[in-house]
């Protein structure tokens, strides 16, 4: 576990061994777990009145995010919840999916489903929406990936994704890319409106400098996670391997890795961990659930660790307003954390005022290459969509 600073960015220690980050976030409420329940995720509405949970027993509970006052239950599943979503344009829609292989369309002011989705064929463990809110993406144990038409409840497409189950679905911010993972150990990134498959982004650990065509000699570790940063430049992935990474995915490249020099603690190596961005304080951070060391923060230009939440607990689940001023955890023990970033710690603005914590990210904040430069790029191995047909073949 981290103690003292001892894994701290050197720019962050003081004298006595501590953090300048120290007391990053404030705490503001934890909902007390529920008995029997494990909670797999947690989301934050987009105007922020509400905080979602979906649970092990099948179960969605919505709660008050201003104070964490119990609102009502949503009842349907018939097996446990792996993941939910809030509709981007209406934080009383309510997405979800199921080991009982459904994605539900629920309305929280009616506390009810309003519409049932069944394609996939087995344990449905992921999904998204478009920013428009009519168009949902899910990914599954199936290996496919489904678009869903919200308006019809139709598929649109299912895509033949992976070789093993998808664990993580997303989309680029201009709605035009889907970015899907895999415990095959493989990214892939397919045309939302084709659903061609644009490329196949693999981890070469045995390359350095350069992307490659080659399959020989590479250990694709499982990919658990995947996000697309606020500017829909970059990638970040979490693979049982213990590793963030950071990806340049449309010059497919690795630019920068994360991970923890303490041996006793691991990340992502057991559980599914979630991220998120924190660019509302001044140097843009990575946060991370982790298997034993609560939520971790990463410098995103120098990799070094510089804060720590929860030390000693499992995190399952993250979540973040926008700009990551607001923070919502859920742990393997089953409660739930609600924080503030503390004021002092917002960036500033050009008049040298810290900025609205509710407030979007200005473009300023955003990850550019300047913080990025001086990184050596890692190995990527590069799959042609041939190649992919053609293994797709093979395993038939």
């Known amino acids: 576990m981290i103690e003292n600073g001892e894994h701290l960015d050197k720019k962050a220690r003081v004298e006595n061994g501590t953090s300048q980050w120290e007391g ?33 027993t099948g179960l969605i509970h919505i709660y008050d995010y201003t104070n964490g006052t119990h609102k009502t239950t949503l009842l349907g599943h018939i097996k446990g919840v792996s993941d939910i979503a809030f509709s981007p344009i209406d934080s009383s829609i309510l997405a ?48 496919t990936v489904v678009i869903w038409d919200l308006t019809t409840g139709r598929s649109l497409k299912t895509l033949a994704a992976h070789s093993d189950p998808v664990s993580s679905v997303c989309l680029t911010p201009d709605d035009t ?30 390359s350095h400098g350069t992307a490659t065509a080659s399959t020989n000699d590479v250990v694709n570790f499982p990919i658990s996670n995947v996000q697309i940063t606020p500017n829909g430049k970059y990638i970040l992935s979490t693979s049982l391997d213990g590793k963030i990474r950071l ?11 994360y991970t923890s020099n303490d041996t006793l603690a691991t990340i992502c190596e057991k559980y599914n961990c979630s991220t998120a961005f924190i ?8 946060a991370s659930g982790s298997d034993n060391s609560g939520v971790l923060f990463w410098s995103v230009q120098s990799k070094c660790i510089v804060y720590q939440l929860q030390p000693g607990s499992t995190i399952l689940g993250l979540d973040s307003n926008e700009n990551g001023s607001e923070l919502v955890t859920c ?25 609205t914590p509710s407030g979007p990210s200005s473009p300023e904040s955003e990850l550019s290459q300047d913080e990025l430069n001086g990184e050596e790029q890692e190995g990527v191995r590069l799959e042609s969509e041939q190649e992919r047909l053609e293994q797709e073949e093979e395993a038939a």
């Not at 292989?101 to 506390?111: D, G, P, Q």
């Not at 660019?279 to 990575?286: I, M, R, W």
């Not at 970033?341 to 603005?349: F, I, K, S, T, V």
Request: aromatic share 8%; proline share 3%; charged share 20%.
């Open 96 to 143: 979800s999916c199921s080991d009982d292989l459904t994605v539900r369309i629920w309305s929280i002011a009616k506390a009810a489903c309003i519409r049932i989705l069944k394609k996939h064929t087995y344990h449905v463990s992921a999904l998204c929406f478009n920013s428009k809110g009519n168009l949902l993406v899910s990914g599954a144990a199936d290996e």
């Open 247 to 257: 990806w340049d995915y449309m010059n497919n490249k690795v630019v920068k890795t």
């Open 24 to 56: 990053l976030y404030k705490q503001r409420y934890i909902v007390p777990a529920k008995e029997l329940e494990l909670v797999n995720a947690v989301k934050i509405s987009p105007d922020k009145k509400l905080l979602a949970t979906c649970t092990s």
């Open 279 to 286: 660019t509302a304080t001044e140097e843009p951070l990575v």
């Open 331 to 355: 742990s393997l023990q089953g409660d739930v954390h609600v924080y503030d970033l503390e004021p002092q710690y917002l960036r500033l603005n050009g008049n040298g005022h810290h900025e």
């Open 177 to 206: 890319i889907i970015i899907s993972a895999s415990y095959d150990g493989l990214m892939r990134l397919f045309d939302l409106e084709s659903g061609q498959c644009l490329k196949t982004l693999v981890y070469n650990s045995s």
